[in-house]
């Protein structure tokens, strides 16, 4: 796919010193991306309100979030690809629109169903403006110094969207939960409005064609394993139902390879899966989201529920980690330019998974300066490595594939984040149940504490190995010294 960039702008956008121009379309695709995170936090905050003004119950109010997961999880892989075959601008803006539209509908409606229905809706558009912005950076910087800082930066702003959702989310449902619906309307407007001028034309793929079937094939295994995944704590994770439905997902995901190997422009092109940075960073991707989310859902949980804190005092007390992912824009891009990713990757997970363990330490009357902070800075640490793995997934992609290569990392994220939640809730809903005392609702979460711990230190052992074996692929520490001999001799 070619760009339509004027050559003296795409010039300037491939140094480190961006024109304004270059700046603005890079904050836009970022507020986008921030909104994407906003989303999926602020509701949670909001849940309790909603159920009690629509009379919901709480397996009802499950879905608000779960189909959000349902639409953003299945639907990525189909949106990165659309924008290679479709072009990135259009398919851009199409979502953008649908997201600000269903932010409207879900602070309107007054029904369950409908709610709902408008949750699937923003997070199936999601699926199409994450992987596209992602893909539109990724093909108007260069590779290198100056792709890694946009990439840093624009990381940054999807995992603080998501910590900042907390605080949004506690500020606007004390107005009223609907503003947690329809404060992003007017923010996606505005980004819409500056993307028609910002985002650069680009022309569909001259060759390729669109894969019906594969990509019918690949949403729909996609849609039943997180949907399975959800439900397995309820109906039991042996039961015939939920051991059936893994079983059509197999069946599905074995069709769709087989499509995919088959059909003449296939939807995936299953060799980009065989690439090794990108299999390590979707394996990385999946252990800091889901070891993350699931200590802050069992976080939630205990503090909120069981000790009685307010929305907001939890929101400040999680602050750090959001602080932490704002300086992982200003040092991120560096530190990946003289250490490479697998290093970033390893040693920033590995800092988190410390953190988890030092989180154990927490009692029924924690004091925040001692138990708390040291814990929640130690796990902060862990996101300065996200922008890495973003860096270390897109490397060596070509400019056809950058869109697939997106949707697969994010796919991983989303689906791999809700099977380790899944399974997180599924260990402490083992715990024995009947005594709800601080210190009983304390020890039944701490097995899930461990576990969200373990899953950080698999992320860190994965990306040491990737070390140890040498692969010199783009993305590993080799390529930095390439990027920088040819930087120079130019």
């Known amino acids: 796919m070619s760009s339509t960039t004027p050559p003296d702008e795409h010039i300037q956008a491939t140094g480190i010193s961006w024109q304004a121009r270059t700046w603005a379309m890079l904050i836009t695709l970022c507020i986008v991306l921030f909104l994407d995170g906003l989303d999926v936090s602020m509701i ?8 009690k003004e629509l009379d919901l119950s709480t397996s009802t109010l499950q ?32 979502a953008l629109a649908v997201f600000a539209v269903a932010s409207l509908a879900g602070g309107l409606v007054s029904t369950g169903p409908l709610l709902i229905l408008t949750r699937f809706v923003k997070g199936l558009a999601a699926a199409f403006t994450a992987p596209t912005g992602l893909s539109i950076i990724t093909t108007n910087f ?35 939960w609907r503003w947690t619906f329809l404060l992003p309307v007017p923010v996606a407007l505005i980004a819409l409005a500056a993307a028609i001028v910002l985002v650069p034309r680009d022309r569909p793929a001259e060759e390729g064609g669109h894969d019906l079937w594969g990509a019918l094939l690949s949403a729909a295994p996609m849609l039943l394993l997180v949907y399975t995944v959800v439900q397995a704590p309820t109906h039991g994770w042996a039961s015939v139902r ?31 899966l065989r690439k090794p940075t990108l299999a390590r960073a979707s394996l990385a ?24 804190w307010s929305p907001i005092h939890l929101a400040m007390a999680l602050l750090p ?24 990757i390893a040693v920033t997970m590995a800092v988190m998974a410390v953190g988890y363990f030092a989180f154990l330490r927490i009692d029924t009357a924690p004091s925040y300066w001692t138990m708390l902070l040291p814990a929640v800075v130690l796990i902060g640490v862990g996101w300065i490595g996200f922008p890495a793995i973003n860096i270390q997934a897109t490397s060596g992609i070509d400019d056809e594939e950058q869109g697939l290569a997106a949707g697969v990392l994010q796919t991983s994220m989303q689906v791999g984040s809700a099977i380790v939640l899944a399974i997180t809730t599924a260990i402490v809903a083992s715990a024995p149940s009947g005594d709800a005392s601080p210190q009983a609702v304390l020890d039944g979460f701490r097995p899930g504490l461990i576990f969200a711990g373990a899953v950080a230190i698999a992320g860190a052992v994965i990306a040491l190995l990737g070390l140890v074996q040498r692969r010199q692929e783009p993305g590993e520490d080799v390529e930095l010294d390439v990027d920088l001999s040819e930087e120079l001799a130019a």
């Open 63 to 94: 879905w608000l979030v779960s189909g959000y997961v349902l639409g953003y999880g299945g639907l990525l892989l189909v949106g990165g690809r659309t924008a290679d075959l479709l072009g990135r601008r259009r398919v851009f803006l199409i």
């Open 142 to 176: 260069a590779e290198g110094p100056a792709r890694n800082k946009a990439l840093s930066i624009y990381t940054v702003f999807g995992a603080g969207g998501y910590s900042s959702g907390l605080i949004f989310g506690g500020l606007m449902t004390n107005v009223g």
């Open 285 to 308: 991707i999946i252990a800091i989201a889901g070891s993350y989310f699931s200590w802050q859902f069992l976080v939630t949980l205990y503090l909120q529920d069981t000790l009685g």
């Open 242 to 272: 939920t051991i059936g439905s893994f079983a059509l997902v197999a069946v599905l995901f074995a069709a769709f390879v087989l499509v995919e190997q088959r059909v003449k422009h296939p939807l995936v092109r299953l060799g980009i």
């Open 44 to 51: 949670g905050v909001a849940l309790p309100s909603i159920g």
């Open 321 to 344: 980690v959001g602080l932490m992912v704002t300086a992982s824009a200003f040092v991120s891009g560096r530190l990946v330019d003289r250490f490479g990713t697998g290093r970033i």
